[in-house]
């Protein structure tokens, strides 16, 4: 069982940035491939950034990319989502997920279906 806690986010400007955590507790975390996802109201929840259990591999939506990056820091047990140059767009409930990983040290997963467990979420509002 694990347990995802994120945090971090909050009311910046367009342009702006803002770093997302998420602590997750239990055993393992090293045993996980993490994501971000995001929800905006009206929307369905859509993928935003993916790694794997070492972080040696991550994927981005075309959306996100070269704006994001995803990361973890093992050790910690805690995985982050760095955002810059922030657009209104990007406003949403952004949620971390974890799959365990038994397999490959290089897998990540980009589908909600393929997660296990799931953070409560932060909410990220981008102004004009």
């Known amino acids: 069982q694990v347990q995802l806690v994120e945090s971090g986010g909050g009311l910046v400007q367009a342009g702006g940035s803002l770093r997302l955590s998420c602590v997750a507790s239990?055993?393992?975390?090293?045993?996980?491939?993490m994501g971000w996802f995001r929800q905006a109201p009206g929307k369905e929840r859509e993928f935003v950034a993916a790694i794997s259990r070492s972080g040696g591999s991550s994927y981005y939506a075309d959306y996100v990319k070269g704006r994001f990056t995803i990361s973890r820091e093992n050790v910690k047990n805690t995985v982050y989502l760095q955002m810059n140059s922030l657009k209104r767009e990007d406003t949403a409930v952004y949620s971390c997920?974890?799959?365990?990983?038994?397999?490959?040290?290089?897998?990540?997963?980009?589908?909600?279906?393929?997660?296990?467990?799931w953070g409560q979420g932060t909410q990220v509002t981008v102004s004009s």
């Open positions: 239990g055993r393992a975390f090293s045993s996980y491939a």
């Open positions: 997920a974890a799959v365990l990983v038994q397999f490959s040290g290089s897998y990540y997963a980009i589908s909600p279906s393929q997660y296990q467990y």
